[in-house]
């Protein structure tokens, strides 16, 4: 539609199923790119990418014409395919069932960006459990804590 103009920023983080440590820092990188090849074919902008051994944060300039549920979906499966076919865990890699999305202000995108750049820094302080509560309280989601993401008190170990 002519004279349409649209700036949606949103952050989608996710886990690594049972929150296994498996993402290694060997092949992390590798990983996203590959995921940043995904949102870009997808018409998104990848504003920023990084996470932990047990979970990722990826921040896009998002695209109306596509459901996030379906660019979700698309990241998970393809990203799994692509770390068996690469044999890049010896483990049975998947990531959990749900995720995050959480929208911003063109105004708060070098927060946001920052915040993911420190992720390493942050979670010396904050395991990813008090960070996902922190942002459901933030946003004011409510939430079912059966359908929560599996929380161990263990901290992720880096590999």
Do not use: C
Not at 4 to 11: E, R, V
Not at 87 to 111: C, E, M, V
Not at 125 to 147: H, N
């Amino acid at each position: 539609m002519a004279n349409t103009n649209i700036d949606i920023n949103i952050q989608l983080v996710f886990a690594v199923k049972n929150r296994d440590s498996l993402i290694g820092k060997a092949w992390r990188d590798q990983l996203y790119q590959y995921i940043t090849g995904i949102v870009q074919q997808n018409n998104h902008k990848m504003l920023r990418i990084n996470g932990m051994s047990d979970h990722i944060h990826i921040f896009i300039g998002y695209n109306v014409n596509q459901l996030i549920p379906n660019l979700v979906e698309e990241i998970k499966t393809s990203s799994n395919k692509y770390i068996k076919d690469n044999k890049l865990t010896p483990f049975k890699f998947s990531w959990q069932t749900g995720y995050g999305a959480f929208s911003y202000s063109h105004s708060d995108r070098d927060k946001v960006i920052n915040y993911i750049i420190n992720q390493q820094e942050h979670h010396r302080r904050k395991s990813f459990e008090e960070e996902y509560m922190g942002f459901l309280r933030e946003f004011e989601i409510e939430f079912k804590a059966p359908y929560l993401f599996d929380f161990i008190d263990l901290p992720p170990v880096e590999i």
